[in-house]
């Protein structure tokens, strides 16, 4: 970790600051235009193209115009908690980049200050983003309370309950990178990539992270406290004007975190990807804002891809998905991590031995998971004749089902009986 | 020492409207306020781990949990302010409130002089400082801290979770059985009719106008009818709007007094 | 100069792995592993065979740990510089392996032994055990029937025993107060979860369970505090380290003291001391009567020997502060204890109300602080060993004569409804006067010895007006004890009058054990003395 930090003068540390801010701010207005082009490339159409050089503008307007509109406190909300909540969810969506790296030690231009980009470092830095984050939980289940709304309560419900249990797999995924860098520190864990991105010595660690992070912003398709089709909008559906701006803000700026988060853990951080990295420029520094920005962005993407293809969960295939298979998945991962960090320091294994040894498995696993599955016995389906009249009213007969032979009989006697009620 | 004086006023403050809150969510609330200001002051003396823990355990998983309780079961009302036993909360105030001077006397008094050490135990960071303690001297007892993690997990399975004891019904029994209480009974095997809408109103507690313009009381939750927070539909606002408009339209009484049940009345159409 | 907020160290020097005596520590850890390896059954193994699994996994794993008590206690060693105490400090000061540790062990796991043949027990149910079948179900509701129909039961509840057993090991073992504090929820939170999944009479239960866990959670809570604040006088954990700072420190003796009396309220709350005993009763009489028994009998050994160990280990130095507070509440214990059991009506209040009077007995042991000189005489702790030996079998023995004195709704507790139970069944009626016969101290029962050796070392000790009024407590209890069985032997029988249930062979076989054990220690107390004694004096 940087000497730096702790000790930079006070200017540099709100420079800093704001600059993170109007980042984020100013990621968040491309992030909203980058999603609807990018969905709507994927369904045939358009997007947003008018305001600006390629409709780039929208966003900014759209923000202006729900910040001019008319605010509604519900009569029956909970006045304070109403208000106080858009502003719980916003505030730790700015506050988890406070350790975030963004790029190595620079030189501010015009002066003599180094300075590294980030704004601080802590030795718990990850967990303090897990602290963090779990504030802004707050904000929407008491939104979905104050509202006074049973839609806005059960989103409420819903997204706290969601949060929580993809928490605890996200959590779990961070276990593996700490033992791999050795600290809980962005900075260090950045550090410690140099040789090799984390995402893969540790990839099922990285694909359950990146599962867990999708939950963990209620985005689609785990989008289920806001599903419009059960519950309007979820816990923001009183909400109006710039009350729901901040939570449309702090969505999107959750996204950029994790999206983050993921990059700074599994994806090298700010160092500059394979073909560049041989340029000897390519970390240091500014340039490694832009592998960052880009890293992030390709994440954002990511979740932009998942909303265009994929229809949204049920909630309790989804709530067994995150505790039967990601947790345990995880939980085993760890288990294997440590076994392999421990055989690693006592047996003196090299990496590469240890890559062979991890190709072989997946070799192993592929080939078995290839293997037919012998077949069951719920093919074997009783073969009762089919009689449309069994429930004593007429029922038309499972799709793909033949009654071949006796099937004019069938329509016979269902003919007939449907005379004989007739009359 | 700033941190100290900003935090302690607020935390105070916020304990304090823990026990004076009308309603239980600003309880659980202020807890939280108080949960954090605490983490915070964690923070200020060096112990970073501790601030994260806390705020990751307490504020984010125990008391959203708490919120979680609080919202569903909805305890809004105020508690029943009768006292079982005469004369009881004046005892546990005189009690309570002579313990805690008791308590803050002997313990003010106790402490003296400055804390030391804080720097010996940091030394290499305070996450290694903890870690050296956890995985040495303490190791026997965060082990034992299993077993009581295990005994929460078994015992929440055994006090709240209810064994299917009758296999489920797959959806073509479901099925089934709705198409022979239909030719049994004649109850209409499809869904129930959805709610009327109205531009007045939230859709949900305003019963839908079955075609003779009566309300139809399926299409209401026979949660809301019996708060009692259905809307009447036409008998209510239209109808009396139309009385006031023409006292002698037949039509303003539409429907009868009496809702009939929507579900069984279509099947009568034919 | 950096925040200490922001220090890391880039490379600290690698922490060494704890050593860890496994063989020492290897009853605690094999009752441990069986209660995991009970988890496990309870995931995997179908349903017909989990009770059979579970009920021989428990017993097995307890005679395992037994056998391994044995072995640690042979190879115990003279500590060094000590005339009296024999073992050592392991697990990087985490436990105490001496004298007292092993024989506790080895009491509360015989008490287990015997519970669990109690919790085993499914004839007087018709086949099932006398745990609810379905917890989550509301009592009386149509689920609850459901359940009984298809003849599903709780078998958790032999984990969970063993998890009580563990924590019940590990709390008069602990060396130092976190260990000693996680011992003590690892005790206590099975057992607030076993008291509320009684088959009958569910809902008394349950508010049973509430009560012990909202009380429980609140003296843990005192016990927690008391911690922090010794900790802040002495500056350690370890016990050895406070008994060196209550020796040496002349300053922040408030710290101490405080942190003392609020110590003592969570070990005394475990005892059932008056004034924290009011849980006592309630919670006896809602429990399953298996799980009282083993509660009575396990809790008071363990929470015993922690008093012990803290009070003579780590506040040793300071007995002359924290004496005066024992003795008032000892007499206070015996006192109520002794009148309230007078009125009772109903057998398990009854005997929740003798454990109390009971547990004030055994303070009166403690109070005198007698460490002894050389190794044959009486001392505190070996009396109180020696006492809680005896109490716990006829204890044990007494609630499994109330499991099968029944009717038609279960359990008959009412004391009157035990009139003509020695006309009914004259063996029965007589094992529970032997109990009860125990209970008040009368010569040629264990009870007789068991009071008199907590009473000379109390009188050693120099306690002996506090011995005079123990002797007055125990006519006063002496009194209810034999209008039981004058109730059982001399009262015409209203109405129907009990029924005796025939039990299966694990009750009948606990119920002889008592009786034997009940009667041996009082004729030839002296290898079970003897024993005790040699158990010796803490370890430091």
């Excluded at chain 1, 540099?12 to 109007?22: S, T």
């Excluded at chain 2, 005994?151 to 797959?170: D, Q, Y």
């Excluded at chain 3, 008959?412 to 035990?418: A, D, F």
């Amino acid at each position: 970790m940087s000497d730096l930090f702790g000790t930079e003068s006070w200017w540099v540390v709100i420079v800093k600051a704001v600059l993170i801010f109007v980042v984020l701010v100013v990621y968040t207005l491309f992030n909203i235009w980058f999603e609807r082009r990018v969905v709507a490339k994927m369904q045939h159409r358009v997007g947003p193209n008018v305001h600006g050089p390629f409709g780039l503008l929208q966003s900014l307007a759209d923000g202006v115009k729900l910040a001019l509109k008319e605010d509604i406190i519900p009569t029956a909300a909970d006045k304070v908690v109403y208000v106080l909540a858009p502003i719980i969810a916003t505030i730790p969506a700015f506050m988890a980049w406070a350790v975030i790296p963004f790029g190595p030690e620079v030189k501010i231009p015009f002066t003599d200050t180094v300075t590294p980009l980030q704004l601080t470092d802590l030795p718990v830095g990850v967990i303090y983003v897990l602290a963090v984050t779990s504030i802004g939980i707050y904000g929407i289940v008491l939104a979905g309370w104050s509202s006074g709304s049973t839609y806005a309560l059960l989103g409420g419900m819903r997204s706290s309950a969601q949060m929580i249990s993809y928490e605890i797999a996200m959590g779990l995924t961070f276990v593996s990178v700490f033992l791999y860098a050795g600290s809980m520190s962005t900075a260090a864990i950045v550090e410690a990539q140099e040789g090799m991105w984390f995402f893969i010595p540790l990839f099922p660690a990285f694909v359950i992270y990146v599962i867990a992070m999708v939950g963990e912003t209620n985005r689609a398709p785990f989008d289920l406290p806001e599903a419009e089709g059960e519950l309007v909008g979820g816990f923001h559906t009183e909400y109006s004007s710039l009350k729901f701006a901040l939570f449309f803000l702090a969505e999107y700026v959750n996204m950029v975190t994790v999206s983050a988060l993921a990059t700074t853990l599994f994806l090298g951080g700010w160092r500059a990807p394979y073909p560049i990295a041989f340029w000897d420029g390519a970390n240091e520094g500014y340039w490694p804002v832009l592998w960052f920005l880009g890293k992030t962005l390709a994440f954002i993407f990511l979740f932009i891809w998942l909303r265009g293809t994929l229809p949204r969960m049920r909630y309790d295939q989804f709530m067994k998905f995150g505790w039967k298979w990601l947790i345990p998945a995880a939980l085993a991962w760890t288990v294997l991590v440590m076994i392999v960090r421990k055989v690693q320091s006592d047996l003196t294994l090299d990496r590469q031995t240890l890559l062979i040894v991890a190709a072989c498995v997946a070799v192993v696993l592929l080939l078995v998971s290839l293997i037919p599955e012998s077949k069951k016995a719920d093919e074997v389906e009783d073969e009762v004749e089919f009689d449309a009249f069994a429930g004593g009213f007429p029922v038309p007969p499972m799709p793909g089902r033949q009654t071949s032979t006796d099937r004019t009989d069938q329509t016979e006697t269902t003919a007939t009986s449907t005379t004989s009620r007739e009359e | 020492m700033v941190t100290f004086w900003t935090l302690a006023p607020i935390m105070v403050l916020a304990a304090l409207g823990v026990v004076l809150a009308r309603k239980a969510v600003h309880s659980a609330l202020l807890l939280a306020v108080v949960m954090i200001s605490l983490a915070i002051t964690y923070a200020s003396q060096g112990a970073p781990f501790l601030f994260a823990v806390q705020i990751i355990v307490y504020t984010g998983a125990i008391m959203m949990l708490f919120l979680f309780v609080l919202m569903l079961v909805g305890v809004d009302a105020s508690d029943s302010l009768v006292e079982t036993i005469k004369g009881q909360r004046m005892m546990a105030l005189v009690v309570g409130l002579t313990f805690g001077v008791l308590v803050v006397l002997v313990v003010g008094q106790g402490v003296v002089g400055v804390s030391v050490g804080l720097g010996e135990a940091n030394a290499n960071g305070n996450v290694y400082g903890l870690a050296a303690l956890m995985f040495t001297k303490y190791v026997l007892a965060i082990e034992f801290t299993a077993a009581l993690l295990i005994t929460a997990a078994v015992g929440a399975m055994v006090l709240a979770h209810r064994e299917r004891l009758v296999p489920r019904r797959s959806q073509r029994e479901e099925s089934a059985r709705r198409l022979q209480e239909y030719a049994e009974t004649g109850r209409h095997p499809g869904p129930l009719p959805t709610p009327g809408v109205y531009a007045r109103h939230n859709a949900v507690d305003t019963p839908a106008l079955l075609p003779d313009g009566s309300p139809s009381e399926l299409s209401v939750s026979r949660v809301l009818r019996a708060r009692g927070s259905v809307r009447e539909g036409f008998e209510g606002d239209v109808g009396q709007t139309l009385r006031q408009l023409d006292p002698d339209d037949p039509t303003s009484t539409i429907g009868g007094s009496t809702p009939r049940r929507g579900g069984s009345g279509r099947t009568e159409e034919s | 100069m950096i925040h200490p907020l922001l220090v890391s160290a880039s490379a600290p020097p690698p922490i060494d792995s704890p050593t860890i005596q496994y063989g020492d520590l290897s009853p605690l850890l094999v009752v441990a592993a069986v209660a995991l390896l009970g988890v496990m059954v309870e995931a995997f193994a179908p349903r017909a065979l989990r009770f059979t699994i579970q009920t021989a996994l428990a017993i097995g794993g307890i005679v395992v740990a037994l056998a391994a008590t044995v072995w640690v206690g042979l190879g115990l060693d003279r500590a060094s510089g000590d005339v009296l105490a024999r073992g050592r400090v392991v697990a990087e000061g985490a436990v105490a392996v001496d004298g007292p540790s092993v024989f506790m062990w080895g009491l509360v796991l015989l008490f287990a032994l015997v519970s669990m043949l109690l919790f085993a027990e499914r004839r007087l149910e018709g086949g099932l055990s006398a745990f609810t079948g379905q917890a989550a179900a509301p009592p009386g509701s149509a689920m609850e029937r459901e359940a009984v129909e298809h003849r599903i039961e709780h078998t958790e509840v032999f984990p969970l025993a063993m998890f009580a057993l563990v924590g019940m090991m590990l709390f008069p073992a602990a060396n130092d107060l976190l260990t000693m504090f996680v011992a003590l929820e690892v005790l206590s939170l099975p057992l607030y979860l076993l008291c509320g999944l009684a088959r009958r009479r569910r809902l008394l239960s349950q508010e049973s369970a509430m009560k012990y866990f909202l009380l429980g959670a609140f003296s843990s809570a005192f016990f927690a505090y008391g911690i922090a604040l010794v900790y802040g006088f002495a500056g350690g954990f370890g016990l050895g380290d406070i008994d060196q700072a209550v020796s040496n420190r002349i300053d922040g003796q408030n710290l101490l003291l405080a942190g003392i009396a609020l110590m003592a309220v969570g070990v005394m709350f475990k005892v059932g001391a008056v004034p924290f005993h009011a849980w006592t009763p309630d919670v006896y009489q809602g429990a399953p009567t298996a799980v009282t028994a083993f509660m009575a009998a396990g809790t008071k050994v363990a929470a015993f020997g922690a008093m012990l160990r803290l009070f003579f280990v780590a506040f040793g130095g300071a007995s002359w502060d924290w004496r005066p507070m024992f003795w008032v509440v000892a007499i206070l214990t015996m006192v109520v204890g002794a009148v309230a059991a007078v009125t009772q009506s109903d057998v398990k209040r009854m005997l929740a109300y003798s454990s109390i009077a009971h547990a004030g007995f055994i303070l009166v042991g403690v109070t005198g602080a007698f460490v002894g000189t050389r190794d044959a005489s009486v001392t505190s702790v070996s009396s109180v060993l020696f006492y809680l030996t005896v109490y716990g079998f006829s204890t044990i023995g007494a609630f499994a004569i109330v499991t099968i004195v029944r009717d038609a709704s279960g359990e008959t507790t009412q004391l009157s409804r035990w009139a003509g139970l020695g006309r009914e069944s004259p063996l029965v009626a007589g094992a529970f006067a032997l109990f009860m016969l125990a209970f008040a101290g009368i010569p040629l029962t264990s009870g007789f010895i068991g009071k008199w050796a907590v009473f000379s070392a109390a009188w050693s000790g120099g306690a002996w007006p506090l011995v005079v009024v123990a002797v007055l407590a125990s006519v006063v209890a002496a009194s209810f004890y034999v209008r039981v069985i004058v109730t059982m032997f001399f009262t015409e029988p209203t109405g129907e009058g009990p029924s005796v249930a025939v039990p299966s062979m694990a009750t009948t076989a606990v119920i002889v054990v008592a009786v034997v054990v009940t009667v041996l220690l009082g004729v030839v107390p002296g290898p079970v003395l003897d024993l005790a004694q040699s158990a010796g004096a803490f370890v430091r």
